[in-house]
Structure formats: C-alpha cells, structure tokens
C-alpha cells in the first residue's frame, strides 16, 4: 500500500500556542486527517483559552470529505467516554460537545495513566479502525501505549 503524506498547515495564531500537529494520509481507499494533540493538565483561565483553540482548530480543519483522527493526550480524566457524560465545566464539557457534534467516537476503552483514559483515540468512521488494545509504556513514560 503507497502512503502519500501531507502536512497540514495551521494558521499562525493556532500554530503560535497549540502544541498539535496535523497532515493528511493519503491512500487509495481514503484521504485520512489525523491530529496529533497534546493540552497540558490544568483548568485555569490560560487551560480554559488552551481548550477553545483546540475546539477552533477542530472546527476549522475537521473535513468532511476526510476520515478524520484525533489523538493524542487532552488530559480531560473527568470525561467518561463510555456514558459520553462529563461535568459542565469549561474544558470537559466544550470538547465533548465538539466531538458529539462532528459524529466522532473514542475508540480507547482503556485507561491510559492512574485509572483515566488521557490518551484518546477519536474517529469519524469507526469502521475505518478494528481495534485498539493496551501496550507498555515506551522508556520512561507514565502512559500506557495505545
């Protein structure tokens, strides 16, 4: 299978404070949009900005004429991607309510870290994916491999 692969640029206020990354996987079955995410922990003010801008760039980048993927580590352990439930506060419940409305659906049933699934895997089509399953922590991290 050939793998044609594209980075996808971000607009400059985006790419300035977000630590995410994002390309396009090109095959002969579909185009494939992956965002590599990483939120540092916390709920401040400077957290609460942080989030917006990952729900901003999910918006404006999200294709629909694309598989899209997101993962990475939004730290968001107050999510309970089982029951799609969360508190009403302003960082869990602004990105569940993101990822209802573009249709995308964890695939990591899992924890990752201490009991919570930090590491998310986040698909539009989940028939695109089988399964996910839990490995070691590569060298020295905390987090489970997905």
């Known amino acids: 299978m050939t793998f044609i692969v594209s980075s996808g640029a ?15 996987v090109f095959t002969t079955s579909a185009t494939l949009r992956v965002f590599v995410i990483y939120r540092p922990p916390g709920a401040d003010a400077t957290s609460v900005n942080y989030m917006e801008s990952v729900i901003q760039c999910l918006s404006s980048y999200c294709l629909l004429i694309r598989v899209n993927i997101v993962t990475g580590d939004l730290n968001c352990p107050k999510i309970n991607w089982l029951t799609s439930s969360c508190p009403n506060d302003s960082i869990n419940r602004p990105l569940l309510d993101c990822i209802t409305e573009y249709g995308f659906t964890q695939i990591v049933d899992f924890p990752t870290r201490q009991g919570n699934i930090l590491d998310i895997v986040l698909i539009d089509e989940t028939q695109r994916v089988l399964f996910a399953t839990e490995r070691p922590p590569l060298s020295y991290s905390d987090h489970s491999c997905v």
């Open 10 to 24: 971000l607009n400059s206020t985006h790419s300035l404070t977000l630590e995410m990354l994002c390309f396009d």
